[in-house]
Structure formats: C-alpha cells, structure tokens
C-alpha cells in the first residue's frame, strides 16, 4: 500500500509541535525524525549528549562510502518566555500566507521542507550521496554538533561541503562572524567597610577589567581590522553580565562578569584574552595580592564558536548560487554551526528560508513563498546529484 506523503507544511507543523527549546530534550522530535525517515528506508544514526537526554541526527541517502552533500539544521528554539504572543507558539498557524510558530523561521520549516523531498530523493538514483543532518543545542553556543563532527571528521565518506538552511530569505551567506562567550571571577576579600585598608573589593577590580575591555572594543571599532560586508565592520568585545558584591557596607569578595567577543572571520580572540590577562596581572593583580595573596582573577572560556570565511569562487558557494539563483553572496550578522563544519574541512555555506529579522522573536514566521523557494532549491540540488 502506497504511504500517505506528509507535505511540507504539515511537516512543518509537527516539528513545530514539538517543544525543542534549548532547554529540553529534543528526544521526541528526532525519534520522530527517525520513524519518518526509516518508512522510507533511510537509516538514521543518532549521536547522542553525555546525559543521554539529546541527539543529533545523521542520515545518508545514496552511497554511504561517499563523501556528498550535507544538508544541516539543528531542532531547538529559543524561549517564547516573556515574549508577547498572539498566536499559540507551538500550534503552526498560518495567516497573510505565513506560518506563524516558534521555529518557523529558525529553523524547523527548512528541516520539514527537506524531510518532505525525502520521498522524491530515494527514488532516485543519485551520483553522490545527501547527507542529512540535524543538531541540538545550536542555540546555546552550537554546542551539540560537536559531538557529530567528532564523528564524522574522521570518516572517508565525511561530506565534500555543507549547506546550513539558516534563514537567509534563500541568499547565499559565505560568512559571519565567530562567538566567544567568557567569564571573568575576581576573589578579592570581604572587610567591613570602614576599613578597606584591610579588603580587597571585587567589584571595583572587575570594573577595572570591564573599562579595560571597553578600551580594547573602541580599538577595534577605530583601527580594525576591517570587513566592509559585516554589520558593525569590526570585531566586536561587549560586558553583557555581572554580580556582585552583598551589601553597602561591605567591602564585596567575590565579583562575577561575562563578556563576548564576536571576531571577524581570522581576528584574533586569544590576543583581547591575553591582553585582559596581561593588564590584570600587571595593573590589578599586584594591588590585590598586596593585601591578601590569596586573591584572585580567573577567566575562563564559556564557549567558542568559529567564524564563517568561504570563498566566493569555492565550490559550494557556486553551487548553491546556482541552486538559488542568487546575485551574489553575503555575509550574515548570525554565527551558526557553519564554522564548526568549516573548521573540520567540511566547506560550508548559509542558505535557509525566511529571514533572521523574525527569528527569535515573537510571532515568528516564515513566508510560504520563502518555503516555496526553498524547495525549488532542494529540489533543484536532487536533480543536479541524480542520474538521469
Ligand atoms: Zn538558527
């Protein structure tokens, strides 16, 4: 009996159903993933996270000792918490010839648009292989992928290049920028007020470090480097968090701050790093220790996610040019699994429906022309990779 295809829209809806916010196990979303694709005779290969509560999702259709195309996107969302709603985040609605959910956009309407060519793909006979790929905790520092990408490098069927269906609104972006996500602790020593003399103050040697930091931003925003395709054009070093301290009257122990630093592609994070830590130890730390050796400035990285520098003229930008018919290429404000992938010598472009405008926020959507487009797209790229 010939199975009921799912179409893209309703693909869209149950992957939307399923709440993937970073928070929760993603689970239920690839298993469903998994069922689909084995109706179809696709085998999936889950890489699970240490606890076991989360899994990325690889399958191969075509030759499984090639290398190949892959296609990648990862299952969470972002929270809808505080967020102002008018429809339910979880029930895909569509509207005004949009579809309305969390993730819409960002990005289960690609996977769904994907997954609903699956039955035109294994019909075919294909050249090379399409790799499908989907991650978890993307949105939380493109944590979970690195599990797969430790399992794939090292294959000789890894992908010859990739293709993220982020929302680009279908145009190519070759780049964007990395994420480095830090925290700074300084352990000073607690007095009573009135007599510093006899404490260290965590918070003003943390301000110390947060203005040093704020220095280094300005360099990098007045002398560069450079990259006129990028919005700001310069590496970008911001103090986004802090705590500290526990009453006026005390002189404040501990003092905690994080900090990013969004290089352009090639920047260099590890020199802001060390010289915060040459500035501490040379500044900060010998007033400190003055007083109480034992006190401390520690900084550690969070997470750090490499930018995105594909070639114009490389091999996967043209494809995907091709495939979507594109003028030109461009470079996205957004980090994504991209540099990972690029940084295991798996080329990688950017090219996803709906626009990152309406990521993350409330009332996400992607426009049904867009999904339109993107699967004019795939359906282009099966062509390309069948024999005819
Ligand atoms: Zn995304």
Redesign the pocket.
Known sequence: MARAVIDKIELTKRLVAFDTTSRNSNLALIEFVRDYLDGYGVTSELVYDPGGAKANLYATIGDTMRGGIMLS??TD?VPIDDQDWHTDPFVLTEKDDRLYGRGS???KGFVATLLSLVPTLVQRKLREPLHLSFSYD??IGCIGVRTLIDVLKDRANKPRLCIVG??TDMQVGVGHKGKHTLRCHVHGHEAHSSLIHQGVNAIEAAAELVAKLKEIARRKRDHGPFDPDFQPPYSSVHTGLIQGGTALNIVPRECTFDFEVRPLPGDDVPAIVAELREFAEARILPEMWAVRPETSILIEELSAAPGLDTPKDHEATQLAASLSGANGTIKVA?G?EGGLFAAAGIPTVICGPGS?DQ?HKPDEYVALDQIARCEAFLQRLIDRVSVR
């Open positions: 996107g990862h969302v956009a960002d990005m993307e949105e982020e929302p957004f994504t990152i990521a």
